[in-house]
Each structure stands twice: as C-alpha cells, then as structure tokens.
C-alpha cells in the first residue's frame, strides 16, 4: 500500500435557490467568481433573471452566468440549458456595449436544445386553451407559464424527433431537412389548440437560425470534455443553478414547476460532471420568502404587511417585470430543499428588506386539514394547498443594517433571527446579504470588503 503524500482534491461548489426562485442567486455566484475559474449554467432557459449590482451598475442576466462580469473567468452554457439563440445574442450584444467582455470566455454546449418561435407559439396557446371555459369544467388549469417556450423545448427533446440542438444551427442543410417535417407537425399542434395561424416556413426559419449558429460559432463547444478538461487540471468551477429548487420538475410543487431538474440533482445530466465533484453546495434563501405566479404558497401575505415586502424588496420579476407573491420565511420548505440539494452552507439574501418591522414570523411546521402537524415539506400543489403554516414569532429591529461591519454589530434581534433558521434547518449561514452591491455582504461573519474588488 502507497502511503505518500496526495494533494488534497479542487473544491468545486454549486450555488442552488432553495425557495421558489428570485433568492439573489445571481449576487452570491457574482461575488463567489472571485474564487473559482469556470463558472456553469447547467438547467433553465431565458425564463431564469439574475440581478447583480456592481456600484451603481445593475446588470439582468438570463442565460448567460453571472461570472461573465469577471473577464478573465470561463463561463459555460451547459447541455441541460435550452437557449433561445436570439435573447442569448441579444444578451451579448448589451453585454459588450457595456463594456463587458464576451468572447472566448463564453462556452455554448453543442448538445443543448434550441428554444424556436413556434414553441413560444405553442406556450402561449397552451396557457389560453387551459384558462378557456372549453377545456374544461373545472375553472383555470394554467401553471402561469412565462410563455418564452421553456416547457415545448423540453417537450421536444423527450420526444427527440422534434428537437433542435446548438449543434444543428452549425449545419444548414441538416437543420432545413429537419425543420421542414418540424414546421408541419407543429403547425397542426398550435391549430388543434385553436390558434388560427399561418403555416410555419421552414425555409424562412432555417435561413434565419442558421445565421444566429454562424455568430454563435466561436462560441460553441462539446463541454463535456471540456469542463473533465479543466477538473483535470485543476481548476475551480461554480456551478449556477437557475429557477430554484421548489419549482424542480421532479421535486418542487408539481405541477406548477419549471421543466427542468433546477436542484443540485440537475447538475450531473445538465453538465456531464459526476454529482460526487462538488465538495461545497450553497443554498440562497431570502430571509422571507416569495413566489411568482400560480401554485401553493402557504406563507402568503396578501395584505398591506406582504405589500410592504414587495416594496422595500423590489419583488418585481427580473424577465417579466410581474409583481411577485410575499410572504414569512417558510423554514419547512427551506429544510426540505436543503435536504434534497445537500446544502452545506446558507447565504440568506435581502435581510435588510426586513428591517423595520416590529415583529417578524417564521414558519416551522405546518397544521393539516385533518388537525394534525408536520414538519415535512409536501411537494404536491394539491395537498399542499390545503396546509396551514405554524408559526413562532419573534421581535424585530428598526436599525437598517446595510453598513453593519459584521454579523456581532448586527441588532441582537436580527442575529436571535438568523441563529435560529441555523437551528430548524441545521446548516450554517456562511453569507449574509445586506443590500444589492457586492460590499453589502458579510461573508462568514465579516464584511465582504475584499471580494468586491475582484
């Protein structure tokens, strides 16, 4: 037996929203970049909105990694992304004029599917069929789609036949022959849902994505390897999750979910890298908590107390501007998440949105229609419908925190708070985020002054 020395193995870390999304993934991966050289988006397609504030500068992102802010970091699209090539190339081009660099930098999977017009088509008259009285007798079956043909392209690439990939656009001839028998097939659907529409032209669309795949080119690759390449060589990589882990196709509140795996669990089929590479998971939770659009929210404030959330957190939708649904910190779910996705660390984001309130409540388990309590997560819309949230109350604080140098010279009530979503779900809080801007974060324990430099 070999008893040397051996160099201790490349932390890799994957960054994942433990609520219903918009937990400010977007900030955490930004100012995580610093400290690691690839940066992967691996589930989700134009649909996800992450935010980061560098100054005064705000930047939305939807498909590209928030680590393109760094210019000497990689950032990868990986397979498990459907990308929409003409938001991805309208991202580029706000990107480079403002000054961003976008070139070699960023890495396109060539096996990740292609979101086309007639699946937005298809989205939007799926969404009006199920909120029309023809469908059906039971009132609105809408899951409150965005309606950017996330759902149809993941449709498609289970059904394979009528699927797209990057790859594709590089071939002209391949990607006419396969949208002419597409465009017939998909025309007869979008009718059969009683949308009146003109034919799709294969020809027009081919000649159309065939451009966008001659000026996404440079950037496309089998990343695969390439990611095996940089573990390999020693390099660290983040791992950006998109949507979040209660909207998980498999995990979240079915069936108003996202159409992809956005848990940790997504991670292995969206890259191609073994779940058993990443060493540190992080999960974002707000220290309330939010949702957009239909499905169950037991926590929901629908009065002037959750409106007051919505305004001091600027809860409207990154990519759809929709006001979002607030409400308290609903621990039962975040345990959950965290248990599904093997969080290690916490960052809780917004805390200072509640700043102010004279009482602030937690949720840590919940009343059942038939008068008995659980503390376990029901990731049915159904039945989770029917619970009723069991709170513990706690005092508030009316200092604003945003310049607290660290989490000692936070208000005793803020930190009680803090300690005690540490206590119900068991994982450390590693990074609290105190405002927008990359400074206003303490990152174990201590202001994150030297990060926002990077």
């Not at 590693?430 to 990359?438: A, H, I, K, W």
Request: with cysteine; net charge neutral.
């Amino acid at each position: 037996m070999t008893t040397g020395h051996r160099t201790a193995p490349t932390v890799h870390t994957a960054v994942v929203g433990l609520q219903w999304g918009d937990e400010g993934k977007g900030k955490i991966v930004d100012l995580l970049t610093s400290e690691h050289d690839v940066i992967v988006r691996y589930n989700g397609g134009a649909n996800a909105g992450h935010t980061v504030q560098v100054g005064t500068e705000r930047y939305a992102l939807h498909l590209i990694p928030s680590g393109i802010l760094y210019g000497d970091k990689t950032c990868v699209i990986g397979n498990g992304v459907v990308v929409d090539p003409e938001k991805l190339l309208q991202e580029i081009d706000t990107l480079r004029a403002r000054g961003i660099r976008v070139g070699t930098n960023l890495r396109i999977s060539d096996r990740a599917h292609v979101v086309m017009p007639y699946h937005k088509e298809q989205d939007a008259a799926l969404e009006e069929y199920l909120t029309s009285k023809t469908a059906h007798d039971q009132g609105n079956l809408s899951i409150g789609t965005t309606r950017r043909g996330i759902g149809p392209a993941y449709a498609d690439k289970v059904r394979r036949s009528m699927a797209i990939r990057v790859g594709d656009l590089l071939d002209p001839e391949y990607l006419r022959s396969r949208l002419h028998v597409i465009c017939k097939l998909r025309t007869a659907e979008i009718e059969a849902l009683g949308v009146k529409t003109a034919p799709l032209d294969p020809e027009a669309l081919a000649t159309r994505y065939a451009e966008f795949g001659e000026r996404l080119r440079p950037h496309v690759d089998d990343t695969v390897y390439a990611l095996h390449d940089s573990i390999r060589a020693g390099r660290r990589i983040l791992f950006e999750g998109a949507n979040a882990s209660l909207l998980d196709i498999d995990h979240g509140t079915f069936p108003y979910v996202t159409s992809s795996n956005c848990s940790t669990l997504g991670i292995p089929a969206g890259t191609g890298v073994p779940g058993a590479a990443i060493g540190r998971v992080l999960g974002i939770m707000k220290a309330y908590s939010t949702r957009v659009g239909a499905g169950p929210f037991p926590t929901e404030l629908d009065n002037e107390l959750g409106h007051r959330i919505r305004e001091r957190g600027r809860e409207y939708g990154t990519t759809t501007g929709r006001p979002r649904r607030c409400g308290w910190l609903d621990l039962v779910a975040v345990r959950y998440s965290a248990m599904v996705c093997g969080a290690t660390g916490i960052a809780c984001t917004l805390f200072d949105v509640l700043s102010g309130f004279d009482e602030i409540k937690l949720c840590v388990r919940y009343r059942l229609p038939d008068g008995t309590e659980t503390d376990r997560f029901i990731p049915d819309a159904h039945r989770l419908e029917g619970v009723t949230p069991i709170y513990e109350t706690m005092p508030g604080w009316s200092d604003e925190i945003r310049d607290a140098a660290d989490r000692d010279s936070l208000p005793a009530t803020a930190r009680k708070y803090l300690s005690r979503i540490e206590e119900v779900t068991g994982i450390p809080i590693e990074v609290v985020s105190l405002g927008p801007e990359r400074t206003q974060t303490l990152v174990d324990g201590r202001r994150a002054i030297a990060l926002a430099t990077a």
